[in-house]
């Protein structure tokens, strides 16, 4: 079966750096769309980037200039480069591709001072 395994989260400053990895398993992952999506508490799960399977990449307006998504396809590997974190990027992180409805576990990702 498909199974989404987010690695990378973690703690830190503000203004400081963190990489999230995505493992997919179990289906072609260079086919399909993929992205992060995030949610913390009280708020809806909202888009933070997807990408295309052709490469092309989709941010939302509050990350858009310091997150970078990207993809590995021979390693079946989605990536989120998260610079110049700020509190409001508190949140649980999750992974998605877009097919069957396909969602990593999530991964809490803390920044404060």
């Known amino acids: 079966q498909v199974q989404l395994v987010e690695s990378g989260g973690g703690s830190v400053q503000p203004g400081g750096s963190l990489r999230l990895s995505c493992d997919v398993s179990?289906?072609?992952?260079?086919?399909?769309?993929a992205g992060w999506h995030r949610q913390s508490p009280g708020h809806q799960r909202e888009m933070v980037a997807d990408?295309?399977?052709?490469?092309?990449?989709i941010y939302s307006d509050s990350v858009k200039g310091r997150f970078t998504i990207s993809r590995d396809n021979a390693k079946n590997t989605l990536y989120l480069q998260m610079n110049d974190l700020k509190p409001d990027d508190t949140a649980v992180y999750y992974c998605?591709?877009?097919?069957?409805?396909?969602w990593g576990q999530g991964i809490q990702v803390t920044v404060s001072a």
């Open positions: 998605r591709l877009y097919w069957g409805g396909s």
């Open positions: 179990g289906i072609e992952f260079g086919r399909y769309r």
């Open positions: 990408i295309l399977a052709n490469g092309g990449t």
